[in-house]
């Protein structure tokens, strides 16, 4: 019977912090009217022209997309009558605003400034591919990193590559994704505190390999 080769599996693991490149904020615009729908909508929509004229051509500021408007009625409980009464109706206008990192306390300050809210700052790369490239092969380095160490530990030598995958791929294991992420939220003008300060974008990769162990 011919025996099967001995091999050795690892996954290699590696992590980068990079520096973010731009920011896109997520904004919103809410008014209210006891009016009328139509009401609401005129004041959410000037609120809205107000942040696209403070933000226009404003230093850092890339691009600005206002594109989700929703209109609905407000209740409010009335205890005397023990029921929910109509108390008018509420429009929001909602989108994203990207901007360079290092702008975004400013363009915060405008759009308070315009009577608009911050839900939330995710920061970005402008190359993610090439910090997602050196940190995939700065694992494939671990994994072998490891393997070496395997096969000292046994007194063998490392043989050949057999087998390199993205977790999950290969042919012996399951792992998790390489990731991507720096996210930060809040609001503002109110609940939890936004935090501006630009935050690293956290590269984290995983690599599943086999390796033939020599003599």
Do not use: C, F, K, N
């Amino acid at each position: 019977m011919t025996q099967s080769p001995a091999v050795v599996r690892v996954r290699g693991e590696a992590t980068a912090d990079s520096a973010p490149d731009r920011a896109t904020l997520a904004v919103h615009v809410r008014e209210s009217s006891p009016e009328s729908r139509s009401a609401a909508l005129a004041r959410a929509s000037a609120v809205a022209a107000d942040l696209r004229a403070a933000l226009d051509g404003a230093p850092g500021v890339r691009r600005v997309v206002l594109s989700r408007v929703s209109v609905h009625e407000r209740w409010a409980w009335d205890p005397a009558a023990g029921t929910d009464e109509r108390a008018g109706w509420e429009a929001t206008v909602g989108g994203t605003v990207q901007a360079d990192a290092g702008a975004v306390p400013e363009v915060a300050e405008a759009v308070a400034a315009a009577g608009a809210g911050i839900g939330g700052v995710s920061w970005e790369l402008d190359d993610p591919a090439a910090a997602r490239r050196a940190v995939r092969r700065a694992a494939v380095g671990a994994a072998r990193e490891a393997a070496t160490d395997l096969a000292d530990a046994v007194g063998r030598t490392l043989g050949p590559l057999r087998e390199l995958a993205d977790p999950g791929l290969s042919s012996a294991a399951a792992g998790g994704p390489e990731t991507m992420a720096a996210m930060a939220r809040g609001s503002a003008g109110g609940g939890p505190a936004l935090d501006l300060d630009p935050q690293d974008v956290t590269v984290h990769a995983v690599v599943e390999a086999t390796y033939a162990l020599g003599e």
